[in-house]
T-cell receptor, first 114, second 112 residues
Framework: AQSVTQLGSHVSVSEGALVLLRCNYS??????LFWYVQYPNQGLQLLLK??????LVKGINGFEAEFKKSETSFHLTKPSAHMSDAAEYFC????????????FGQGTRLTINP | NAGVMQNPRHLVRRRGQEARLRCSPM?????VYWYRQLPEEGLKFMVY????????ESGMPKERFSAEFPKEGPSILRIQQVVRGDSAAYFC??????????FGPGTRLTVT
């Protein structure tokens, strides 16, 4: 079974500041990990994913995330926030084998202050 | 290359009516997933289908909800005798392999 915890349902940062969105997972099997972004009244867009190999993965819009097995974490970062980054962000996990479904965290709403 | 398409985008139903939500996967994708997003919550898995087969329906409510993915045509999520608690955004996703799922824009169901 898998589960995801996103620490902080709301995060607010200033434009140009570091963005850090936290995600911890639980999985009984090796995980695949994902970050999705959702803009108001839209579907989810894949930001980045970890499957195998390099633990630091880079995604679109300048985001990156690092898979840390020892900490069961997959935190999302961006060095400099932009106003257009304001959105809801979801971390998700699925098992390498078995069930295909994604298990999502509760989401983190990111607000960017000018 | 068109993305995942869902229609209608918005659907209003009175209590007791039926709701039919349609999803056309991306070209070449044979895996379809349905998720539900309640207000202020994350997405919850409902059902996973391949052509003509339900693979995993562990997230589907036991009553009133059904899904299909016929050999020809879109996948359909059907909700019979809707109640106010069914009001939510329903998202369809498709994939070609075990990695990425691509999401549609969703259908926002309002039950009055």
């Amino acid at each position: 079974a898998q589960s995801v915890t996103q620490l902080g349902s709301h995060v607010s940062v200033s434009e140009g500041a570091l963005v850090l969105l936290r995600c911890n997972y639980s999985s009984s099997v090796p995980p695949y990990l994902f970050w999705y972004v959702q803009y108001p009244n839209q579907g989810l867009q894949l930001l980045l994913k970890y499957t195998t190999g390099a633990t630091l993965v880079k995604g679109i819009n300048g985001f990156e995330a690092e898979f840390k097995k020892s900490e069961t974490s997959f935190h999302l970062t961006k060095p400099s926030a932009h106003m257009s980054d304001a959105a809801e962000y979801f971390c998700a996990v699925k098992g390498v084998q078995g069930a295909q479904k994604l298990v999502f965290g509760q989401g983190t709403r990111l607000t960017i202050n000018p | 290359n068109a993305g995942v398409m869902q229609n209608p985008r918005h659907l209003v139903r009175r209590r007791g009516q039926e709701a039919r939500l349609r999803c056309s996967p991306m070209k070449g994708h044979s895996h379809v997933y349905w998720y539900r997003q309640l207000p202020e919550e994350g997405l919850k898995f409902m059902v996973y289908l391949q052509k003509e087969n339900i693979i995993d329906e562990s997230g589907m409510p036991k009553e009133r909800f059904s899904a299909e993915f016929p050999k020809e045509g879109p996948s359909i999520l059907r909700i019979q005798q809707v109640v106010r608690g069914d009001s939510a955004a329903y998202f369809c996703a498709s994939s070609r392999d075990v990695y990425e799922q691509y999401f549609g824009p969703g259908t926002r169901l309002t039950v009055t």
